[in-house]
């Protein structure tokens, strides 16, 4: 709801003062919201369980719907934002009331700000770090999440120095500019979310130390001789599918290769708790 009247009363501030760094920061907000959206339904159809039709499930799904948000930022988003600059530099409006528009933008800041804050105090305390959230982070949901509020904090404030300009210099250039700017960031941030989408709809490996740990825990376990291969891959919004070829001790009976098999996995799961499925491909040295 909160969204909702952000973007209301922006579009209803840009149509009062004719200014195409607000109808931006409108812009915005509504690709702001129809990505939420679609983010949402996508974590929701990813936790679908197994059929006949995808006996794996649906997890990958999460990444479909990631990359249709980040097209929503780019089509509604920049696009819009866009055309108004351009309409504003080919045909420039008279701005009324610049005093609201300054307000609208800077009370923009403010929210996107927090909204920014908020993010980040949590992942910081799920990660340890920002740097370490964002290289481990396969979910779509949170991450876009962040970098939506984030270039909505830089138009806002890229928008507010434009307004500043306008009112110390009287030149309408600056609102049009204002507003192009803003779209140029947001095709950036979309670009950046599409390649994520692109490399996780892909098959991306989790990161290589986590990986290389993962193969050391493989090897270290009594019984298995040699780890041949070792692959982890992100599958879901939270979801990681591990597979190994593995040379075990040709000594090994049916018994304790299947006890071997579970120890395996559970020490998998100890490195990487986010395993939903460990495949192992079981060879001898001989």
Do not use: C
């Not at 200014?19 to 907000?29: K, R």
């Not at 089509?75 to 504003?88: D, M, P, T």
């Not at 970098?147 to 830089?154: C, K, P, V």
Request: net charge negative; glycine share 8%.
């Amino acid at each position: 709801m909160v969204d909702v009247f952000d973007v209301v009363s922006n579009l209803v501030v840009a149509w009062l003062t004719g200014s195409a760094v607000v109808f931006a920061e409108m812009a915005q907000g509504l690709a702001d919201s129809v990505g939420s959206v679609l983010l949402v339904i996508g974590e929701r159809r990813s936790q679908r369980p197994g059929d006949a039709e995808h006996p794996l499930g649906y997890a990958r799904e999460a990444f479909f719907w990631g990359l249709l948000s980040a097209v929503a930022m780019l089509v509604i988003g920049a696009g819009l934002s866009a055309w108004r600059g351009y309409e504003q530099l080919a045909r420039p409006q008279a701005m009324e009331m610049p005093l609201l528009a300054l307000a609208v933008v800077g009370l923009a800041i403010v929210t996107n700000s927090y909204a920014v804050s908020l993010s980040v105090r949590k992942l910081m305390a799920e990660h340890g770090s920002l740097g370490g959230a964002f290289r481990e982070l396969n979910r779509p949901l949170v991450k876009s999440a962040l970098l939506r509020d984030a270039i909505g904090t830089f138009t806002s404030v890229v928008g507010l120095v434009a307004l500043l300009l306008y009112q110390a210099l009287d030149l309408l250039i600056f609102d049009a500019l204002g507003a192009l700017a803003a779209a140029a960031m947001m095709v950036v941030a979309s670009i950046v979310l599409m390649m994520q989408a692109r490399a996780l709809i892909a098959g991306q490996s989790i990161p290589d130390d986590i990986l290389a740990q993962l193969r050391a825990t493989v090897g270290a376990v009594a019984g298995v001789d040699a780890v041949n291969k070792l692959a982890a891959t992100y599958a879901g919004a939270s979801a990681v599918w591990v597979d190994a070829d593995l040379d075990l001790d040709e000594h090994l009976d049916t018994a304790e290769i299947e006890a071997l098999l579970d120890l395996i996995e559970k020490r998998v799961r100890e490195v990487e708790p986010k395993t939903q499925r460990v495949r192992v491909e079981l060879n001898s040295p001989r």
